[in-house]
């Protein structure tokens, strides 16, 4: 309904809007870039493509949250392909569930949120990327994709080699 209004022009379905997302948005984009002034540079190009291109949100493709945080995504892209510091990460076959679910409780019942976040660092921006969208913002797999522009194998794939890895790093201690 607030979408729908916001669509059709109304400033304060705008407004609350922006309200509602904007925290998610910066916070993601935050961590995405690493820095705070990027990443209200970002948040602010996202709330203006929001602006310009409502009108082309359709109800039923995505929820309008996965839908916002693409765009705020593609931004951060855009941001790290000028800067060259981006390097995708290769597809990878979809892990056997079981092997996920160990390497999900190993890696993250075994140490501490800060030592978490600072093993995290050490991840490829696109597992960084999942695991931020997983686990912070609780997106599951189908919305997680939808803003990365994954298959919801490829998310699966990035959230257990970036589990994986930190399960490494914590033996590696």
């Known amino acids: 309904m ?3 209004h916001a669509q059709q022009g109304d400033r304060e379905a705008l407004e609350e809007l ?11 984009l935050h961590v995405s870039v690493g820095n705070r002034h990027d990443a209200e540079d970002l948040t602010t190009q996202t709330f203006l493509r929001m ?26 892209m ?11 990460e290769e597809d990878v076959p979809e892990p056997r569930d ?8 190993a890696a993250l019942h075994s140490i501490g949120r800060e030592s978490m976040l600072e093993l995290i ?12 969208l ?29 589990l994986l890895s930190l399960q490494k790093q914590l033996g590696d201690r």
Do not use: M
Request: charged share 25%; hydrophobic share 40%.
């Open 18 to 28: 922006y309200l509602i997302h904007f925290d998610r948005i910066y916070s993601y």
């Open 121 to 132: 660092d050490r991840l490829s921006p696109e597992q960084q990327q999942v695991l931020t």
């Open 78 to 88: 855009d941001h790290f392909r000028a800067s060259r510091r981006w390097q995708p």
């Open 51 to 76: 602006l310009e291109s409502i009108g082309r949100f359709k109800f039923g493709s995505a929820p309008f949250s996965a839908w916002l945080f693409r765009i705020a995504h593609n931004l951060a």
């Open 2 to 4: 607030l979408v729908e």
């Open 98 to 105: 079981s092997e996920e679910a160990s390497a999900e409780d």
């Open 134 to 162: 997983k686990f912070v913002f609780n997106f599951g797999n189908q919305e997680a994709a939808s803003i990365l522009g994954k298959t919801e194998g490829a998310v699966k794939s990035l959230q257990h080699r970036a």
